[in-house]
């Protein structure tokens, strides 16, 4: 059996901020962001009170009404984040607590903007095997709550968003997600692109919060080299495994963290640029949540049809990086 995404949902934030607001903020301008990002503005989650469980849980909503079908039919929640409301309990059993899944169980993957594709692959698994019929997956990320509005070389790159998808049976083995690969190199990653503060090893304190560890730190540069070889490989991976050629390719859905890293990709597999989704420019890098708000995005304007091929790749903190294949039921 193979399972299908049966449904999709996205959710931004209404306040923006744009490439102008930042020059208020520090030394950079509309210009150089524009030409080394593609980046022009991006959404940011102001309500104090709200985090990423609100996020998600404006994607559960719709998900559940657009299906048509009530939150006791759900059998799992499993949200893709690295921005979770708290340590514990899971944004995912939030979430369960906010639409009223009550026959669900629920938890968290971290896989940062890897996130939705780990846990798309995990969720298709327990459909493969016949153990759950609808499984909720939704990638969302505050990245505001950890972003330094001092570092301009990181501050420029992230926005606040969600989206997610039902996963169910697919009504024959020809559609759903045919193929995926999934790499993780925490040998190399983890000097490059990791937040120090706040977890077990460095809990907050005075000194954290002084040393500024609880926000992002990135090297770019480097991040930007891995970041294009790996995307890029595993889509070239991914199109070999299938026989796919770039014509047979309806659409590349790239995680969305520079224009630059997405057209080499596209570049690699040969594919023409009408054919690679795109919104970092009004978005920016929403981590977890870039994949599925592109999917979302694709189903609101009608590009999704059956037989649709699909090719999903993305690089994140980690590192951690992945493909997968779906052909649009
Ligand atoms: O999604 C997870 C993975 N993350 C990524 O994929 C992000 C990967 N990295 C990138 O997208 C890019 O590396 C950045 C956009 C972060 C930086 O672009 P770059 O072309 O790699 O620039 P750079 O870091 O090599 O910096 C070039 C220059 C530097 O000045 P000097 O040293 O040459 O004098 C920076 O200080 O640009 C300077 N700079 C800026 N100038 C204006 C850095 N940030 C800014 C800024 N405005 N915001």
Known sequence: ?????TTTAKYLPESILSN?????????????????????ERRILKDKDKATSYMCGEVA?????????????????????????MLFPSTACLVQSIIGASKAWAFDLNAACS??????????????????????VIGADKMSSVIDYTDRSTAILFGDGAGGVILEPAKDESYGILDSRMYSDGENGKHHLLMTGGG?????????????MHYIYQDGRQVFKSAVISMAEVAA??????????????????????QRIINATAERMGIDEAKVVSNVARYGNTTAGTIPICLAELDEQQKLHTGSNLVLVSFGAGYTWGGIYIKWQ
């Open 237 to 258: 991976e991914i199109m070999s495994r299938n026989n796919l050629t770039a014509e047979d390719v309806d659409y590349l859905v790239p995680h969305q963290a520079n």
């Open 20 to 40: 102008h607001d930042l020059e208020l903020l520090f030394e950079t301008n509309d210009e150089w962001i524009r030409t080394r990002t593609g980046i022009s």
């Open 61 to 85: 909503r719709q998900l559940l009404e657009k299906r048509q079908i009530g939150a006791d039919e759900i059998d799992l929640i499993i949200i893709a984040t690295m921005t979770p409301d």
């Open 200 to 212: 077990s090893l460095n809990p907050a304190s005075h000194e954290t919060v002084d040393k500024r």
């Open 115 to 136: 996130g939705f594709i780990f846990a798309l692959n995990t969720a298709s698994r327990f459909i493969e095997c016949g153990v759950h019929k609808k499984i909720m």
């Open 1 to 5: 059996m193979k399972a299908a995404i």
